[in-house]
């Protein structure tokens, strides 16, 4: 696997900046350079007399030990967790360490207080380039600066995950004081990955061209200068055709699996049934008279209807108390339900289920009391609909019903809610409510959608048919109950006459 990195924003006019690169391949194999020189004349900078001092070649999550971490390391005694115990090996293994460069790995416990007090340390020219950068009138600049704000914004933000690791990679530039190494660090370069976008942050950014320069102050001043180079062996066009080639095949493949592991039978109802699906949402109530509230609901099926599972058919949300801002209860409870019905034995087109709710308030002494009942006919359009019901109550009729509320609770007075609209066993066209007295409590809000399934709308659509699919759905029940009446007529020839064939040959034996 071959580290192929691409470049995201490049503002050539800034000395010192972050790199932005989209990883697309293993990040493990990311190797970069560093080289690392001296200035002897600091008189004349741009063109003095320079030194080579080293070079560091590491791969990514590569550990380079320094001299303070050899001394601390090679001693058993200063070893006490496991990753102590695991680079005292190392260090035993291959002793052999640079002068100025090692690295810290995203396992050591470095912190990253001291990369913003050292990165103060270099000598940038930030701040100068920043002075003549030309007006804001330039578009295409502000484009790029805008660009990598943003990026860099996006990193920070708490509700992505941007879990990454880091890497450090140093520049040890102390001194002996009587035979004791005193570390003076710098960090030269911060290389950050996250896995999840791909994404590999340099600082400061690959420059092989115009080095950085870094300022060593201490009883004698030092300059110097390194570069950073991205060593990675980067593909040439025939590896990276053969690459396409590999993945093409490979997605194809996953592609095969995938639909393979799904199954190709659609389930489809039978020619005279129609699906009907009901995903509901009670989304809030409000004005109600109790505290801690929980809406009940239930669906009241029609003749010829049917549920694939009954326990469906009803339902409880959770108990929610008042919010103080806007005293709305917010429930946010979902259902589902899946109903069927027979369209060869329905008498009238798609009489569809009513919704029965019922909210109901439990206080600190366990009563229940009904605080509101409302109900919805399901239309018989599918769609997405919002609703906002209306909640009413029985009003107590005497003194003696208003305590037994308070006191007691009159959950238990409400027998059958469907009579609120047309109860199902009603048979007479009129329902006569007179003398019920009754109380307006309040409001929920539901959401749902509907979805029907038959196979009158897997005809397509050609000019030889007449009407939209609802129509013709209709058509197709009417049809369809049509041939039931022939075939039951044809049944009852067909045993006429077998009736007929065994009557005459008992009376001709």
Known sequence: MLCVIK?????????MTTGNFRCKDNVSELIIRVKLKEILNENIIEDGEKADLEDLTVKWQEKKFGKWEKKFYGDEKNCLTDLDKKYHEEIKKRPEI?????????????????????????TSEL???????????DVELKNKCEYTKNLLKSSLNPFIDNKYEVMYIMGDFGEYIENTWIKHEYILATIKYFPKRRLLTIYPDFNIFEPYKLTITSDITKIYEYTIENASHFVNDRENDLENDILDKISKYEKKINQLSISNDFLTPPSEKLNYYLFLEIKSGENFEYNNVYVQYFVDLPLNWSCFDQNQLKGTTQACTRRNVDGKFYFGAIFEVILSVDLNLTKKILDTPFIYFEIISKDTFNRFRIEGISYLKLPILPGSYEKRLECLRIRPDNISNELRRFFIGDFMSYDDITWFSMPKSHQDVVLNKQGTTTLSSGSIEIKFNIIEQSRVFMETDDENRTGSRRERLISSKLN??????????????????????????KIFT
Request: glycine share 2%.
């Open 7 to 15: 470049k995201i924003m490049r503002n050539n006019m800034i000395n």
């Open 98 to 122: 640079k002068k100025f460069l090692y690295s810290y790995v995203d396992e050591d416990d470095y912190s990253q207080q001291e990369e913003n007090v050292h990165n103060s340390q270099f």
């Open 127 to 137: 701040s100068k380039k920043m002075e003549n950068l030309p007006p804001e009138n």
């Open 480 to 505: 369809g109950g049509l041939a039931k009446t022939v075939r039951e007529v044809l049944k009852a020839f067909k045993e006429a006459r077998r009736n007929m064939l065994e009557a005459r040959e």
